[in-house]
């Protein structure tokens, strides 16, 4: 199907002039539209494109996208985009303009749709091979692999997502900031840890003691990731290839990677919950477990008192237990 659009100044004025979607010139900039859409849980709806597409075949994109007609405001193109491409209806009032970017033929509008996850679908086959709901780790890891739209807007969309995945350490407490070996570097706070990887440079002054975390931001450059930690007196920025939030319990004190959780067995099995932590005397090398499909010899002796549970770190090969 042509589309007829509106040719618009650099400045996003309406320039009078009318042209069909496929008629473009080098200077006619137009309006197109992204839908992301959420469940109310966080997970996301992307669409597969179709083989057929001329650009980014069987890519994965937001739930619809495409150009604003003549005759319509971007929110309205996007109410028609998601009806036509999914089966979804909706209404104006329902999505929110998340922001927009200025590529080189125009202005890309990204709004957020939210709806239940059991939403019924209805795939239009010509533009659309398939369409799932996933996790927001799952759709950065399409983006890191290739396997995503590579527009202007998807760079800050992934910008946003990476933000969100940190997001529950903001208003929370981090009492230390330790660098580790290969370029670790990790804060630590009485519930959470975030561990930065691959670092390559730290600007500000490190933690030196309790600071309660404001604001965070990323910016991608290239793979690398730009991260500017705001506290309330002081100011982090760390440039790394990947972080991650972990539960402080499970990070490694040595080298900031996370611990294999287990429990420790003696003569018979010791029953354990991390709510109801017991001691024991061992003058011996005990088993040690990540479950009942995974027992070994653990080469550690506990010559006085040990607390459950035990955890281990496979890069320092070293047990850690809470005492």
């Given at each position: 199907?042509?589309?007829?659009?509106?040719?618009?100044?650099?400045?996003?004025?309406?320039t009078g002039i009318r042209k069909q979607r496929s008629a473009l010139s080098e200077g006619d900039f137009v309006e197109v539209i992204h839908l992301w859409v959420k469940d109310?849980?966080?997970?996301?709806?992307?669409?597969?494109?179709?083989?057929?597409?001329?650009?980014?075949?069987?890519?994965?994109?937001?739930?619809?996208?495409?150009?604003?007609?003549?005759?319509?405001?971007?929110?309205?193109?996007?109410?028609?985009?998601?009806?036509?491409?999914?089966?979804?209806?909706?209404?104006?009032?329902?999505?929110?303009?998340?922001?927009?970017?200025?590529?080189?033929?125009?202005?890309?509008?990204?709004?957020?749709?939210?709806?239940?996850?059991?939403?019924?679908?209805?795939?239009?086959?010509?533009?659309?091979?398939?369409?799932?709901?996933?996790?927001?780790?799952?759709?950065?890891?399409?983006?890191?692999?290739?396997?995503?739209?590579?527009?202007?807007?998807?760079?800050?969309?992934?910008?946003?997502?990476?933000?969100?995945?940190?997001?529950?350490?903001?208003?929370?407490?981090?009492?230390?900031?330790?660098?580790?070996?290969?370029?670790?570097?990790?804060?630590?706070?009485?519930?959470?840890?975030?561990?930065?990887?691959?670092?390559?440079?730290?600007?500000?002054?490190?933690?030196?003691?309790?600071?309660?975390?404001?604001?965070?931001?990323?910016?991608?450059?290239?793979?690398?990731?730009?991260?500017?930690?705001?506290?309330?007196?002081?100011?982090?920025?760390?440039?790394?290839?990947?972080?991650?939030?972990?539960?402080?319990?499970?990070?490694?004190?040595?080298?900031?990677?996370?611990?294999?959780?287990?429990?420790?067995?003696?003569?018979?099995?010791?029953?354990?919950?991390?709510?109801?932590?017991?001691?024991?005397?061992?003058?011996?090398?005990?088993?040690?477990?990540?479950?009942?499909?995974?027992?070994?010899?653990?080469?550690?002796?506990?010559?006085?008192?040990?607390?459950?549970?035990?955890?281990?770190?496979?890069?320092?090969?070293?047990?850690?237990?809470?005492?």
């Amino acid at each position: 199907m042509t589309e007829e659009v509106r040719i618009l100044t650099r400045d996003r004025q309406d320039t009078g002039i009318r042209k069909q979607r496929s008629a473009l010139s080098e200077g006619d900039f137009v309006e197109v539209i992204h839908l992301w859409v959420k469940d109310p849980q966080g997970r996301h709806l992307l669409q597969k494109r179709s083989a057929n597409k001329a650009l980014f075949p069987l890519a994965w994109d937001a739930a619809a996208a495409g150009a604003v007609g003549v005759d319509e405001s971007p929110a309205q193109a996007a109410i028609r985009e998601i009806h036509e491409e999914l089966g979804i209806r909706a209404q104006e009032q329902e999505i929110t303009l998340l922001f927009t970017v200025e590529y080189e033929r125009g202005f890309d509008d990204y709004f957020l749709l939210t709806i239940p996850e059991d939403t019924p679908l209805t795939l239009d086959e010509e533009e659309v091979a398939e369409a799932g709901w996933f996790e927001t780790e799952e759709v950065l890891a399409l983006m890191e692999d290739g396997l995503f739209c590579d527009h202007e807007g998807s760079k800050k969309m992934e910008e946003r997502l990476r933000e969100e995945l940190l997001s529950p350490c903001i208003e929370k407490a981090f009492t230390e900031t330790s660098f580790a070996s290969e370029g670790r570097l990790f804060l630590k706070g009485a519930q959470d840890a975030l561990v930065f990887e691959g670092v390559s440079s730290v600007e500000g002054t490190l933690l030196s003691q309790s600071a309660v975390l404001k604001q965070l931001t990323c910016r991608l450059e290239g793979k690398r990731q730009h991260w500017t930690l705001d506290f309330a007196s002081q100011r982090l920025q760390i440039c790394c290839a990947h972080v991650y939030r972990v539960a402080a319990e499970d990070v490694c004190p040595v080298c900031g990677r996370g611990l294999l959780r287990g429990a420790i067995y003696a003569d018979h099995q010791i029953n354990w919950t991390p709510e109801g932590v017991k001691f024991g005397l061992f003058s011996r090398p005990t088993r040690w477990s990540l479950g009942k499909d995974e027992v070994k010899l653990a080469d550690y002796i506990f010559p006085k008192k040990a607390a459950f549970p035990l955890h281990y770190c496979l890069h320092c090969k070293r047990y850690v237990s809470e005492k």
